[in-house]
């Protein structure tokens, strides 16, 4: 299988992990599983948003783990695969994958390698990788993730956020990531909106403040379990199509 992978990217706070996990949920109800929702992010929180017990994480992954004896008639990648499949915590429709933070020394060099190795090594058994990544563009910018089919960049609407966006824009681009498809989520939108913003990227989404998501938050309850016809969802669902459309236009 070739996946279509989608990277959330965004500043700290603008909703990447809330709009990762109600894409999660968007794609398992549409049918398009396997998914693997990928957490990028070393605070990791992404289980919490999709109601899932913390699993292994890849930085609690000790590096002997791979250099002690391989079982008998099991190859090296086979055996690295095994460990990262023991890593991803199972769910309906998806899988979730949590890089988590690197323990000791707190040297993310290790981490970052197993994240790519492991993103390398089990994609293939997925139709889409939900990627929630931290603030800033480490992963992007280190190749941990590898070059994504769509990256979204979350923002609010307010003028830094969007300040922030547009950096982030550019910044992608001198990444490399200029033929990549980007779309801007508008996230926790109040008022009007306005489409033409120039130096960003196209809008894909606007997602609007949703009270059912702050409930959620308030109350400890998994933000990708808000209702079904709750205005975030409903947005959310909106952006899955479109990304469902680009994966489709990609084969
Ligand atoms: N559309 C929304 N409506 C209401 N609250 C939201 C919305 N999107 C995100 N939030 C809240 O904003 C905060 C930050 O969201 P989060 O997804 O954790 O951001 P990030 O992953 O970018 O740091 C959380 O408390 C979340 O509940
Ligand atoms: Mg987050």
Redesign the pocket.
């Known amino acids: 299988m070739n996946p279509f992978s989608v990277a959330v990217t ?10 990762s996990s109600l894409l999660v949920r968007s794609l398992v109800e549409c049918g398009r599983t396997p998914v693997l929702a990928v957490d990028a ?1 070393p605070n990791a ?1 992404f289980h919490e ?1 999709l109601g899932v017990q913390p699993g292994e994480t890849l930085g609690s992954m000790r590096e002997e783990a791979f250099t002690r004896s391989i079982p008998p008639g099991m190859s090296r990648t086979q055996y690295i695969r095994l460990r990262f499949r023991q890593v991803l915590s199972e769910q309906e429709g998806y899988d979730i994958l949590t890089m988590g933070r690197p323990e000791g020394s707190g040297c993310y060099c290790f981490a970052n390698d197993l994240l790519q190795a492991s993103v390398r090594l089990l994609e293939k058994d997925y139709r889409f990788l939900i990627i ?1 990544n931290e ?1 800033g563009m480490e992963h992007i910018s280190r190749g941990t993730i590898g070059i994504p089919d769509l990256l979204l960049i ?1 923002t609010t609407p307010g003028v830094r956020g969007i300040r922030t966006a547009a950096r982030i824009h550019e910044l992608a681009q001198s990444l490399g990531l200029q033929s990549v498809p980007t779309g801007l989520v508008f ?2 939108y109040k008022e009007e909106k306005t489409d033409m913003i120039p130096g960003l990227p196209r809008p894909l989404a606007w ?5 059912s ?2 409930d959620a ?1 308030v109350q400890g309850r998994p ?1 990708a379990g808000i209702g079904h016809s709750s205005p ?1 969802m409903v947005a959310a669902r909106a952006l899955s199509k479109k990304i469902i459309d680009c994966a489709e236009k990609r084969q």
Not at 10 to 19: D, F, H, M
Not at 207 to 211: M, Q, Y
């Open positions: 965004g500043k700290g706070g603008t909703g990447k992990t809330t709009v992010d929180n948003a929630d603030a979350v996230n926790r997602i609007p403040e949703d009270p998501i702050e938050d933000v975030a």
